[in-house]
């Protein structure tokens, strides 16, 4: 089992900035890759970005691309979402999910909700106008 918490969310301005972190603990040496999806009230979740493990490829979902940036630090088994130039319709509960090897698949797959086999509980992100 994996076992991921979420921190750094909070209220920011239009324009501003975040980080966002996800701690993974229990089996992490299972893990192939990260993501971060979110999820607006009335929306389904969605696909934010992601990134493997080793290697560190990063995926980006277009709505984000440039302005936010996935990275971790194996170190600390840690994986980190900045985000920079923040709108309003970035307002959503955040979510950190882990993947079990699936290197054949996971490059046409990273999107997918059901590609990830754990999940934090969410960190709330709410950007004023």
């Known amino acids: 089992q994996v076992q991921l918490v979420e921190s750094g969310g909070g209220l920011v301005q239009a324009g501003g900035s975040l980080r966002l972190s996800c701690a993974a603990s229990?089996?992490?040496?299972?893990?192939?890759?990260m993501g971060w999806f979110r999820q607006a009230p009335g929306k389904e979740r969605e696909f934010v970005a992601a990134i493997r493990w080793s290697g560190g490829t990063t995926y980006y979902a277009d709505s984000v691309k440039g302005r936010f940036t996935i990275s971790r630090d194996s170190a600390k088994n840690t994986v980190y979402l900045e985000m920079n130039s923040l709108k309003p319709e970035d307002t959503a509960v955040y979510y950190c999910a882990a993947d079990q090897p699936n290197p054949l698949m996971y490059g046409r797959r990273y999107y997918l909700r059901d590609e990830y086999d754990y999940w934090g509980q969410g960190t709330q992100v709410t950007v004023s106008s």
């Open positions: 229990g089996r992490t040496f299972t893990i192939y890759a």
